[in-house]
């Protein structure tokens, strides 16, 4: 069953409006340059997944010497970059198998330059978006380059669907980690599910920076286009209903503690009181095959043992 451990590679603070967009079109960037308002700072999620294959890692976060954007604001120490963030659970990067990119933005992309001579696999949507020109105007004009000697493996989404999503790519010979099309913050934005067999976790990139924002269904101020990201939001939730899905979003500062308590889909049970979901949480109290007893069956239990009861509330 694969494992998942996460780590935190750096600190981030945006404007409010770049979190949650504001206005359509042009007024969206206008709108995060005006603002003068700062979110706390969020955490910046790599995971490492150890599993039969060997350990894969999903992002690489950013850099020591990361410099300030307009529109985010970092905090970092060295200790935190993911070459010693890796050593300190005692891994090292000849442990790793491969690096799989939710996207290419700064923070995510980073930390490649610590990791060298490990394949990278980036969405080919991704590669695609990265080489328009408006995106290299982008990196230039913010001065935010891909990182030195980047030579990304294409990753295509070829394989069958799985839950709500349409197609899917095999990270690992039994399939139990997959990459999934989550396009929306960046045309090639891609989540990987794991499966641990009686539950679900969506590494959810940032489709959403936190669960709040993904429960309110609201796109940031950034994405090209904020319907895009708003169907992808709706998917995940669908997918988390379908499945009990443990959702950990990359800037979730709950994250680490909801993949410990593999607190399952609490999106259901937070909504209860707006009535809109009550029927997703019917679906979900159906009798759940159990393939193994993992380790996490415990906390799954109590879960969803918390959702019956805030049910029963009602
Ligand atoms: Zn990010």
Known sequence: MP??????????????????????????WLAIFKDHAWTPMMPIHVFAIRSDDGILLVDTGSLADVRDLPFVRFQMSPEEEVDRALAAVGIDRSD??????????????????????????VAEEELRAVARPAARLQRRVFRTPL???????????DGPPVGA???????TADGSVLAVPAPGHTPGHTAILVDHGDHHTLLTGDAAYDLPQLLDVHPD?????????????????????????????????????????AEVARSRYERLDDGP??????????????????????????????????????
């Open 3 to 28: 494992e998942i451990i996460p780590l935190t590679c750096g600190w981030a603070s945006a404007k409010e409006a770049m979190k949650r967009g504001r206005g359509s079109g042009a007024a969206r």
């Open 96 to 121: 790793l198998s491969a690096i799989v990119m939710t996207h290419l933005h700064g923070d995510h992309m980073d930390g490649l330059a610590r990791l060298p001579g490990v394949p990278v696999l």
């Open 147 to 157: 990182p030195h000697l980047f030579a990304p493996t294409t990753l295509r989404f």
């Open 165 to 171: 999503f349409p197609r899917s790519s095999a990270l």
């Open 221 to 261: 101020g950034i994405c090209p286009d904020p319907a895009v990201s708003r169907a992808t939001m709706e998917r995940i939730l669908e997918h988390a209903r379908m499945h009990p899905t443990v959702i950990a979003p990359s800037h979730d500062p709950e994250t680490v503690r909801r993949l410990a308590e």
């Open 277 to 314: 979901l009550d029927h997703a949480v019917a679906e979900t109290e159906r009798p759940r095959r159990l393939r193994r007893g993992p380790a996490t069956a415990e906390p799954f239990r109590n879960a969803v043992r918390i959702r019956i009861e805030n049910a029963r509330q009602r």
